[in-house]
């Protein structure tokens, strides 16, 4: 036994180099065992009645019946316990070690006969009657006669063509074509382990939907390998486990699928949410016969048959229909991740349902493979919602990093502004007085002196009016409050800026290209709307050069009115169009900044907002925005 199992293991570490190499490999590389194959289609058949003797090696009757991979018959039917397979076999001397390979059998115990003489023995103590047969031959030169008996509960038969060949190459054959299911599975396991172990890195709420899909995973991973013949055959001992382990996963694997459906599809889902709790309370039943089956064998069968396949298989048919038609529903939304999962769990439903539907209306009870393929389209699907879900998550932590950045920015300009407010309101009276009284003494001098000294005068008292505007950008910073609120005509009043603003346009070269519609109408204060723009507007025309343009213009967005001014002056770069509204910020060498933060301040109180976008070298554009109170 020792000996078979090295045998096994250095098989398959040979079907596992010609897996991955098998695309570079030459066709003629295999050319001597498809040469040199035989394929048989058509056997003999008779039941074995259930008190024949099991020591048999012929049957008692000539009475047989034709079958064929076409139609196999495989159900027992009632009163017997077996059947009896009569091969008609050519001449096998060609080949150095003859051998025999039935790729897919139903059987417990298997026996090969030869003219009476033993070829072949393989028996089984648990229930899983699944099985291949792979023998050496006896080389001969003329035709003859192998028999096979078959012992099982309720299928035995053939269900594969028979290929005779060399033994060797037969047997490497099997394990090629078992070997995508092996490393399948084995992958989907691997992969379902490394999840469990990271999920004590997640959150509370994505742990559940990360669990359960690792469970999905880890059930799918041993369905997959417990599904195919090789364990079973290569290592006979632990087949019971093999069995068990087999039917624990798909009592597993399908409420693993429901409470990750719960978890990702949106909606109340009372019903899903209900058949997915009852569900589950019937595979925790599953799993209490699984191990009444363990414990008392064959005398259990019965039951064991009933609970875990004839009443759990409508379940899984259920279920997996109320899937597709969640899926259906979800991908009807139109979340694109919703979409992307439920065509990976239609696919899934879909190959389910069409094998249960197989598995039911076929006689022979097939072996079902499509929920494989549904199997690998669902991990697809998740790979990429998964991607997609990084890519949202990265994008989304960029965007607050954005928002948190944004917010910082605001928080220490509402605190400067707030001591820019404070400052004002606190010096701004006591320092107007004086200049007021200086200015009047400056003019009652002046009138009593020479022309020189005038033109002195008249120079001191433009900059007391400076400073007496710089006080009042203070004062109407610190409290910007509106003393009466009206509706507002933005093409009147613009036009009226623009003509107040036009001579100082004219001294710097710009015209002025205006195109507001009629009727836009908002609510605030005329004076104030008029000096946010005026600054503005200054603004621009202070930096333009030679051949300066100013744009004026205002459209209706929704139930807001956008009014835009842009100019092809300086521009400014993106660190200081952050800056703007900062206290003591100007891009002008002898600005102080706060025509910009009283422009900021009579805009906001009038519950609009001011955006700018500028470029170095090509001018800048600011965006206004205010509530649209109707439109005529």
Not at 578 to 603: C, D, H, N, Q, W
Request: aromatic share 10%; proline share 4%; with cysteine.
């Amino acid at each position: 036994m020792l000996a078979f199992r090295l045998k096994a293991v250095i098989l398959i570490l040979f079907a596992l180099i010609v897996t991955i190499g098998g695309a570079s490999l030459p066709e003629h590389a295999f050319a001597a065992e498809k040469k040199h194959a035989t394929s048989i289609t058509n056997w003999d058949i008779q039941w074995i009645e259930k008190n024949a003797s099991p020591t048999d090696t012929a049957p008692h009757s000539d009475s047989w019946i034709a079958a064929n991979v076409h139609n196999p018959l495989v159900a027992i039917p009632e009163g017997y316990k077996g059947a009896w397979v009569r091969i008609a076999i050519p001449p096998t001397s060609e080949w150095l070690t003859p051998g025999l390979l039935v790729r897919q059998i139903y059987g417990l115990n298997i026996d090969v006969f030869e003219d009476g003489t033993m070829l072949y023995h393989s028996d089984r103590n648990y229930s899983y009657d699944r099985n291949m047969l792979l023998s050496a031959l006896p080389a001969r030169t003329e035709p003859s006669t192998l028999l096979i008996r078959i012992s099982s509960l309720d299928r035995a038969g053939l269900v594969s063509h028979i290929q005779l060949g060399e033994f060797n190459q037969l047997s490497e054959s099997f394990i090629r074509q078992e070997m995508p299911n092996l490393l399948l599975g084995a992958s989907v396991g691997f992969l379902a382990i490394l999840m469990l172990l990271i999920s004590g890195y997640l959150t509370h709420q994505q742990r559940r939907a990360w669990i359960a899909l690792s469970l999905i995973a880890l059930a799918t991973s041993i369905l997959i390998i417990t599904y195919s013949t090789f364990p079973y055959v290569y290592f006979r001992n632990i087949g019971k486990w093999l069995q068990f382990l087999f039917d624990m996963s798909m009592l597993v694997v399908f409420p693993a699928l429901h409470l990750y459906v719960g978890t990702i599809f949106e909606g109340k889902l009372t019903l899903f949410r209900k058949f997915g709790t009852w569900f589950a309370v019937y595979c925790a039943f599953g799993v209490l016969i699984l191990i009444l089956n363990a414990i008392i064998g064959d005398p259990f069968f019965v039951y064991y048959k009933l609970f875990t396949f004839w009443m759990l298989a409508p379940l899984i048919l259920m279920h997996l229909l109320l899937v597709l038609s969640q899926s259906i529903i979800q991908a009807i939304r139109g979340n694109k991740a919703s979409i992307i999962l439920s065509l990976g769990f239609l696919a899934l439903a879909t190959t389910g349902v069409v094998d249960l539907i197989q598995l039911y209306t076929s006689d022979a009870l097939p072996i079902v493979y499509l929920w494989k393929f549904g199997i690998i389209l669902l991990i697809v699907s998740l790979v990429i919602v998964l991607a997609r879900k990084i890519k949202s998550d990265h994008q989304k932590l960029l965007d607050y990093s954005k928002e948190l950045e944004l917010f910082n920015h605001q928080l220490q300009r509402t605190e400067k502004l707030k001591f820019v407010s404070e400052l004002a309101a606190s010096i701004a009276h006591e320092v107007r007085n004086p200049l007021q009284v200086t200015r009047g003494f400056l003019q009652l001098i002046s009138s009593s002196s020479d022309q020189t000294n005038k033109n002195h005068f008249s120079m001191a008292i433009d900059e007391l009016d400076r400073a007496s505007l710089i006080i009042t950008d203070f004062l109407t910073f610190a409290k910007p409050e509106l003393d009466t609120v009206v509706e507002i005509d933005i093409k009147q009043e613009l036009n009226t800026v623009e003509t107040i603003m036009s001579p100082l346009a004219s001294i710097s070269g710009a015209v002025f290209k205006i195109q507001l519609p009629d009727g836009l109408i908002i609510v605030g204060n005329p004076s104030k709307f008029k000096q946010a723009f005026m600054n503005l507007i200054k603004n621009s025309i202070e930096a333009l050069k030679e051949n300066g343009v100013i744009e004026i213009d205002a459209e209706k967005e929704t139930d807001w009115v956008l009014i835009r001014i842009a100019d092809n002056g300086e521009g400014m770069n993106p660190e200081q169009i952050a800056r703007l509204g900062e206290p003591y910020f100007s891009t002008k060498s002898k600005g102080t900044g706060l025509g910009l933060m009283v422009t900021y301040r009579l805009i906001e109180i009038m519950d609009g907002s001011l955006e700018f976008r500028s470029e170095k070298g090509k001018g800048t554009e600011a965006l206004i925005r205010f509530p649209l109170v109707r439109s005529n």
